[in-house]
Each structure stands twice: as C-alpha cells, then as structure tokens.
C-alpha cells in the first residue's frame, strides 16, 4: 500500500526552521518527517493523559484544603 500523505502549510520562525533544517540534514531525514514525528508524539501523550484519566475517574475527589492537613499530617509539606 503506499504511504499517502497531505500537503499542509506550516509557518516556522526562521530561527526554528534553520534549526530543523539543520537536524533534518544531520539525521539524514526529512523536515516533513520530523514534524511528523513530533506531532504524532503530542498526540500519543494526550492518548495517554485520556486514558489515565478514565482509570481514575471513580476515585473520590479531595479539596485541597484536606490535601494539604493530610501532607503535613504526613510530614510531606
């Protein structure tokens, strides 16, 4: 299957783009593929701050008054 992808515009400082061209030629890759990668990696942690979230949604909530008496109760504040 071939590897379809869409053209997009993307504005750059010029000082980030000389970066990213700099690090594009030193690891022998693209621009394209660098942002790419950078993207999907955005992605993937949102992904993963969802889904810790669901995990933890039937945990009870506490104000933060309340944390704060149990961390120094606790001898952590």
């Known amino acids: ?3 379809l992808s ?5 504005y750059f400082s010029p000082e ?11 690891n022998r890759t693209s621009l394209s593929a660098q942002v ?9 942690d949102d992904v993963d701050d969802l889904a810790a ?4 949604a039937s945990e009870p909530e506490i104000n933060l ?6 961390l120094k109760r606790h001898r952590k504040l």
């Open 16 to 26: 980030i783009h000389q970066a990213l061209r700099q690090r594009a030629s030193n």
């Open 36 to 44: 790419n990668e950078a993207v999907g990696n955005l992605l993937r």
């Open 65 to 70: 008054k309340s944390l704060r008496a149990n």
């Open 6 to 10: 869409i053209k997009s515009n993307i």
């Open 1 to 3: 299957m071939r590897n």
């Open 53 to 56: 979230f669901e995990q933890r």
